[in-house]
């Protein structure tokens, strides 16, 4: 896996690369003290694994996550244990409280490698079994969920909600989303123009919004939020 280390203290940098060479199949792309340099390397390089402290100068790591678009997956590395709730909510594969001890190290590592080895399984699924199949033809797509493939009609569906690993697909004919191993990415590339990104998180499909608030979306009784950085587009597509 490739790593990039984000911390503003050389002696915490030094302490997870020299344990990272202990474990020896983990590659470090770079190692920075500047939260603000990091993100151009994330956004130019295939990054796996990002090692990030929370209280930095100029952007704390919980802000440095909510700025990247395509964050890969992440580890909290910091002396503050208060911020783990809020590691976690946004989905932190792991958080480590400094010092941190080696075997605890292990843990989070064998954490990362796990959902990584779940996200190359799931994309090679996709390459060569069809995981996630549209026939434009048809108009259906079938995903993977649990031991079985469902089919969905691609008109049938709301919209989508993106979790990191998984996606969770709403349609018409069930309250109860899909659950499915997937990067949102793929999904997005499969769907029709009816489908908009409004959000980091979040794909509608264009002919179920009922309103538009002004922040937000409304499908149902749901209200969808708008990214800061999709509201341009999304007003645009909707010729607001």
Known sequence: MKCIIIDDEPLAVDVIESYLNQ??????????????????????????LVFLDIEMPNLTGIDLVKTIENIPQFIFTTAY????????NL?????????????RFLK??????????????SIANISSAGQH????????????????????????????????DYIKIYTINSNKA???????????????SQFLRVHRSYIVNM?????????KLVIDEIRI????????????????
Request: proline letters at 5%; aromatic letters at 8%; charged letters at 25%.
């Open 207 to 215: 002919n179920y919004i009922k309103a538009l608030q002004k922040t």
């Open 23 to 48: 474990i020896g199949d983990m590659e470090i792309v770079a190692k920075c003290n500047n939260p603000l340099d990091a993100i151009t390397l994330i956004n130019k390089h295939k990054i796996d």
């Open 108 to 121: 989070a590592i064998a954490r990362a490698k796990e959902k990584h080895q779940l996200t190359l399984n």
């Open 133 to 164: 199949i549209i026939d434009p033809s048809n108009n259906f797509i079938f995903v993977k969920s649990e031991y079985e493939n469902i089919k969905i009609e691609v008109n049938d569906i709301k919209y989508i909600q993106g979790l990191k």
């Open 81 to 88: 244990p208060q911020y783990a709730l809020d590691g976690f």
């Open 178 to 192: 899909i659950l499915t191993l997937s990067s949102f990415k793929v999904i997005l590339d499969k769907l029709p």
């Open 91 to 103: 989905n932190a594969t792991d958080y480590l409280v400094k010092p941190i001890p080696f075997h």
């Open 225 to 240: 939020p708008i990214g800061e950085t999709f509201k341009k587009e999304v007003l645009e597509r909707l010729g607001v």
